[in-house]
């Protein structure tokens, strides 16, 4: 257990609503990360986040934007959701263990645009 | 750019038997980190194992095994004594730069 949680698990909203996301971890990891996974697609970055108020673009960012104002929680936002942002998203943190970097994943969003 | 691709959509084994997962990938990276996560139907991503580009050995976890060949740049999962909780979706992954590269996946059933 990394000590990752996200909320809501489950979110049904209607085009052209704003949503947020939450991600929230208890041990201080500097790099924090949001993925979209859809079928065929595997997992795929949207934004990262390597510090607070530091964030970068994935290789699916349009149309999200993020913010890191803590260490602890990473906000993704849709601004006008689309049906082609439903789709299971994932927060996941950066360990470093030694020299090693590990990512681990929080339990998923599952969102509905209708 | 990375890619990672994983060429087998499904598979199947029955238990205790063996069963290997293929996984290629394509970088212009020395210094690189490739991880095998398992998804079962719960959709919790659990890392399985990791191996270091710099190791020659090949990682072992318990019954999970790797088969690195890096000049090949080919990067096999190999379950031994397959069980029924091993059901899931196994994911390939490229780390370097602090970001991972994931392939699509294969689905793995274990059968009784």
């Known amino acids: 257990d990394a000590g990752i949680t996200q909320s809501p698990r489950h979110k049904v909203t209607e085009t052209g609503t704003p949503v947020t996301l939450r991600c929230h971890q208890t041990?201080?990891?500097?790099?924090m990360y949001w993925y979209r996974q859809d079928p065929g697609h595997g997992l795929r970055l949207i934004h990262y986040s390597y510090g607070v108020k530091d964030t970068d673009k994935g290789e699916v960012s349009d149309g999200y934007s993020v913010s890191r104002s803590k260490t602890e929680d990473f906000l993704l936002t849709l601004e006008s959701a689309t049906s082609s942002q439903t789709s299971v998203y994932f927060c996941a943190i950066s360990v470093r263990e030694g020299a090693r970097e590990t990512q681990y994943f929080g339990p998923g969003t599952r969102l509905l645009v209708l | 750019a990375q890619t990672v691709t994983q060429s087998q959509p499904e598979m199947s084994v029955q238990e205790a038997e063996t069963v290997t997962l293929s996984c290629t990938y394509d970088t212009s990276e020395n210094n690189y980190y490739l991880f095998w996560y398992k998804q079962p139907p719960s959709r919790q991503m659990i890392l399985v194992i990791r191996?270091?580009?710099?190791?020659?050995q090949n990682a072992t976890e318990n019954r999970f095994s790797v088969n690195f060949q890096k000049a090949a740049k080919s990067f096999s999962l190999k379950i031994s004594d397959s069980q029924l909780g091993d059901t899931a979706m196994y994911f390939c992954a490229f780390g370097a730069t602090n970001k991972l590269i994931f392939g699509t996946g294969t689905l793995l059933a274990v059968q009784p």
């Open positions: 191996q270091e580009a710099y190791k020659q």
């Open positions: 041990e201080n990891h500097r790099y």
